[in-house]
């Protein structure tokens, strides 16, 4: 299943999260959860409405959480109030140069690739 998905163009992972998100917020999958880039990468649309959604979700659940758990919610809701906040400064621009800045700090702390951007 995954090489099937690994083979859908970026449009298409975007309606998936897109469908998702017009949902029941109680019969959502997860799909929705990388919403807000998707619009983003795509020039689709604003990221805020998913993004702070994202943004509650994550502080609610960060409150019942401890530990690792707890710090993982909090550094998502610190991701997409970021994410937000770019959008807030530069619009689709600002909000990419953030989305491309936080993939090359994640991949180089993982050592998968060599840092990139400043």
Known sequence: MLE??????????????????AQDPRRRRTHWHQLPGWRVVTGTGSPEEPAI??????RDRAAGASGTGAR?????????EGLVGAWHDGARDAALRFLTARRDEALAARKLVPAVTP
């Open 4 to 21: 099937k998905i690994d083979a859908w163009p970026a449009e298409r992972l975007a309606d998936v999260a897109e469908r998702d998100f």
């Open 53 to 58: 959604q994202l943004v509650e979700l994550s």
């Open 72 to 80: 993982q919610l909090a550094d998502q809701a610190a991701f997409y």
